[in-house]
């Protein structure tokens, strides 16, 4: 398929005048997110690359009105223009009977499953009243608070509160688990609690008053007896209020290690000989 230089010329203002609304659109968008960034470094990261995207728009609109007015005749410099033919008249032959079948078989009979499957919704993570009662705090959480992905350790922290070692999968012996996790336009006293389950089970929660100011990062952490740890899979739920705000996985493989039982020393005391007093001698009268 061939085009000629004015359709070109067209068809390549048109791209840029795309290119220019997809940069100054997404560099306003960046602009604006990266206003709400909480961290002065990342804030203007994000801006001055905005701001790079809505100049690289200019840049495709000076492109563009440099092609619509100087494009074609460039094009003609180094491209010679062939001749164009005159439109020959061809005479097109049209069959004068057209064989048209009179019957089509439509079937009578729809198959319709006897029972049809409707998928379940999916079950979203709820606060258990076990753990509602020991609420303190306030329970309406602010509706601009963010948390990030949850980073699970089990070496330890920084002191950054940057996870040592992170990881998804642990072997036994787990030992003290950390799952770390950054925030932001938090508020305190919010009600905050961190519920840890093994297979749909709850094994450990932790509820209290947010006393950690609007940003930052923390964690919440487990470190059970060794045995407690148990193969399979571990799902920590983070909630504000009643309100669920985000869940991470990881997994525990190899079987926990068997409780040593220390035997405990049974003292004995053996009674020493009981002392019998003997009874005092009686005066006995005497005759004159």
């Known amino acids: 398929m061939s085009i000629d230089i004015q359709a070109g010329i067209i068809a390549a203002v048109f791209l840029t005048l795309i290119f220019f609304l997809i940069s100054v659109i997404s560099g306003i968008q960046t602009v604006i997110s990266g206003n709400k960034v909480k961290f002065f470094q990342l804030r203007q990261n994000q801006i001055l690359r905005g701001w790079r995207l809505i100049v690289l728009g200019i840049f495709w609109v000076l492109i563009g009105i440099a092609v619509y007015f100087f494009g074609e005749p460039v094009a003609y410099r180094f491209i010679t223009p062939s001749p164009t033919l005159p439109l020959t008249l061809t005479p097109s032959i049209t069959p004068s009977i057209s064989v048209t079948p009179t019957i089509t078989l439509t079937p009578t009979i729809t198959l319709t499953p006897a029972e049809s499957y409707t998928p379940l919704p999916s079950q979203t993570p709820h606060m258990p009243m076990a753990v509602e009662a020991y609420f303190e705090g306030i329970l309406t959480p602010p509706a601009e608070a963010a948390f990030s992905s949850l980073i699970f350790s089990n070496i330890g922290l920084d002191d950054n509160y940057n996870p040592i070692g992170p990881g998804i999968q642990f072997t036994n012996p787990v030992g003290h688990l950390y799952a770390v996790y950054s925030y932001a336009h938090m508020e305190?006293?919010?009600?905050?609690?961190?519920?840890?389950?093994?297979?749909?089970?709850?094994?450990?929660?932790?509820?209290?008053?947010?006393?950690?100011?609007?940003?930052?990062?923390?964690?919440?952490?487990?470190?059970?007896?060794?045995?407690?740890?148990?193969?399979?899979?571990?799902?920590?739920?983070?909630?504000?209020?009643?309100?669920?705000?985000?869940?991470?996985?990881?997994?525990?493989?190899?079987?926990?290690?068997?409780?040593?039982?220390?035997?405990?020393?049974?003292?004995?005391?053996?009674?020493?000989?009981?002392?019998?007093?003997?009874?005092?001698?009686?005066?006995?009268?005497s005759n004159p």
Request: zero cysteines; glycine letters at 8%; hydrophobic letters at 30%.
């Open 188 to 285: 305190d006293d919010i009600q905050w609690s961190a519920l840890w389950y093994w297979e749909d089970e709850l094994v450990r929660f932790e509820s209290k008053p947010w006393k950690g100011g609007s940003g930052g990062y923390d964690y919440t952490d487990w470190d059970p007896s060794p045995e407690l740890w148990l193969p399979g899979e571990y799902e920590v739920q983070i909630f504000l209020g009643t309100k669920f705000i985000l869940s991470d996985f990881f997994t525990v493989v190899g079987d926990p290690p068997t409780p040593t039982i220390t035997p405990t020393p049974t003292i004995t005391f053996t009674p020493s000989p009981s002392f019998t007093p003997s009874p005092a001698p009686t005066d006995t009268p």
